[in-house]
């Protein structure tokens, strides 16, 4: 089943503890990106990757890292997360960026004390 | 002002009725996307489009490029449809994906 893999999907943590959000995807698609949702702001992007080795920020970056080191996956980093990061995140791939459809992962909501 | 605007923000219906959600956008685009969230929080992509009109069962979306307007319809409505219902456009680059703040429909058996 072509699919995007997020885990976990649920994760309690404490400042400053880093901790990684894995996403994978066996679709064979180029670009890959995260997002965190917040009430009253909608989906926001953090970061995307248009293919292996070749990322870029979105909308807010901060305090977050990605890699790209082979296709299928795509794991955001949070080195010292904080209470403002406390959110529900989504990665999504696609084929290529703007002109096919997205394929979501199931989400993981991440709270941070 | 939001690079892209939802109306209404949240629509409460009869089940059967015909239901209309709109997305004004200001960037230029290649593609519109419109995505569906269920409670669960799962979302799905449910059309991109270009240009005309896209049908897949009882949804239909419709997209004006001269006139940065999309609407997405739902025929018979039925309480299954009860989501949020997301529009998102490609920043100008085409790198970036832009989302409206989607709109709450509730359908009421």
């Known amino acids: 089943e072509a699919q995007v893999t997020q885990n976990p999907r649920y994760l309690i943590t404490v400042t400053g503890k880093k901790l990684t959000v894995t996403c994978s995807q066996n679709m064979n698609h180029e670009y890959m990106s995260w997002y965190r949702q917040d009430p009253g702001l909608g989906l926001r992007q953090i970061y995307y990757s248009m293919n292996v080795e070749v990322t870029d920020k979105g909308d807010v970056p901060e305090g977050y890292k990605v890699s790209r080191k082979e296709k299928r996956n795509f794991p955001l980093i949070l080195e010292s997360p904080s209470p403002n990061q406390t959110s529900l995140y989504f990665c999504?791939?696609?084929?290529?960026?703007?002109?096919?459809?997205?394929?979501f992962g199931s989400g993981t909501r991440l709270t941070v004390v | 002002k939001n690079e892209v605007e939802q109306s209404p923000q949240n629509l409460t219906a009869q089940e059967g009725e015909f239901i209309t959600i709109n997305c004004s956008y200001s960037?230029?685009?290649?593609?519109l996307h419109w995505l569906q969230q269920h409670p669960g929080g799962g979302i799905v992509s449910l059309f991109m489009?270009?240009?005309g009109k896209k049908k897949h069962g009882r949804l239909i979306a419709t997209i004006n490029i001269q006139e940065k307007h999309s609407s997405l319809h739902i025929t018979a409505s039925h309480p299954r449809d009860s989501a949020v219902y997301i529009c998102a456009v490609p920043k100008t680059s085409g790198s970036r994906l832009t989302f409206g703040e989607g709109t709450q429909l509730t359908v009421n058996p």
């Open positions: 999504a791939s696609s084929v290529m960026q703007g002109t096919y459809g997205y394929t």
């Open positions: 489009l270009s240009s």
């Open positions: 960037v230029g685009i290649s593609a």
